[in-house]
């Protein structure tokens, strides 16, 4: 069984962090986001691994390698013209049309458990099956109905989505996907060719309206997705959590003795002076925070990495400040 790791997208919600890479190369804890996954797809023995690239392809190339370090033997596919979730899927139909394959997000960390998954699949005879999850959160992630263990369709957000005041109870709470997919190679025969397309809004709707059975199965275990500033702040945080500690601090990084460092995600190369405070925030590669600098629920990355760059359309906003470039969080 082979595997398929989206990572061709743009990152526009994660931007200023992705002004130089793409969202699936973003360090996390040390680690690519897509070395995550790599990993993911290699401890269910799932060794042979293609990668879609289209925005900064070399920012992936570069994080991953040939996949070795990860356990997986990797192949890359280009799209010189984005392709979406499905269209990504045609571009590399030749290396996958022979045997079932798994399907992951390239923005995700989970260990749900994906052997359980393919046996749904199996016992299910399924075209397709989807890993679900309850949003117990009601966060914005689209809601999938289902009847009898199969996907009915896709329905719109939640109707409140999470503040980080209430959760409801798994029976009640809506299911939605977590971007990791079992598929049979007669999805391509749903899946048009050459064009954009999306597996949710147009491949699997008219697999199910001509008879095909999407199956769900609904996952427990651990499960992060990291699209937005504000996610990869408080998943990175976390994490760390998990592992005891409340700093992350990448390679060469100078924190001064006189300096506070507190429930932060520090790059490469940051310098924190004497004095200066950094509280809740996360410090891009080469940022230097100036003697008695306060940094608090902020994003900073150099000014210079952004100078002349039109800020995208789904980022938050930001200003220069001196060598600097902040977008606050929780906005």
């Not at 001509?210 to 199965?217: L, S």
Request: aromatic share 6%.
């Amino acid at each position: 069984m082979k595997g398929m790791i989206l990572a061709a997208g743009y990152g526009e919600r994660l931007w200023p962090l992705t002004a130089d890479r793409t969202k699936p190369a973003l360090p996390v804890l040390g680690k690519p986001l897509v070395g995550y996954v790599a990993e993911y797809l290699a401890q269910y023995g799932i060794s042979d691994v293609i990668v879609n690239l289209h925005h900064r392809p070399d920012s992936v190339r570069e994080s991953l390698g040939d996949g070795s370090r990860f356990g997986v033997r990797l192949q890359y596919v280009h799209e010189p013209v984005i392709l979406g979730t499905s269209g990504a899927l045609d571009n590399a139909r030749e290396m996958l049309e022979d045997d079932t394959f798994v399907v992951v997000n390239g923005k995700i960390i989970a260990d749900i458990d994906l052997n359980a998954a393919v046996e749904t699949h199996r016992r299910k005879n399924a075209l397709a099956t989807l890993i679900l999850r309850r949003n117990t959160a009601r966060e914005r992630f689209s809601i999938v109905d289902t009847q009898n263990g199969l996907v009915t369709r896709f329905s719109g957000m939640p109707q409140l989505f999470n503040t980080g005041a209430v959760e409801l109870a798994d029976s009640d709470a809506p299911l939605m996907f977590t971007g990791i997919q079992i598929l049979e190679p007669r999805i391509f025969d749903y899946i048009p060719r050459g064009i954009f397309s999306h597996s949710t809004t147009e491949v699997y709707p008219k697999a199910i309206s001509q008879g095909e059975r999407i199956a769900a199965h609904v996952g427990d275990g651990m499960w992060y997705e990291l699209s937005t500033l504000q996610r990869y702040f408080d998943i990175s945080l976390a994490l760390l959590k998990a592992q005891g500690r409340s700093v992350d601090m990448g390679q060469n990084c100078s924190v001064d003795e006189a300096a506070e460092v507190r429930d932060s995600v520090l790059w490469n190369d940051v310098s924190i002076a004497g004095g200066a405070r950094v509280r809740r925030s996360v410090i891009g590669d080469g940022v230097q925070v100036r003697a008695g600098g306060l940094v608090e629920n902020q994003v900073v990355v150099r000014a210079d990495l952004v100078a002349g760059k039109a800020t995208p359309a789904k980022a938050l906003p930001g200003r220069v400040e001196g060598d600097n470039f902040v977008v606050r969080l929780s906005q």
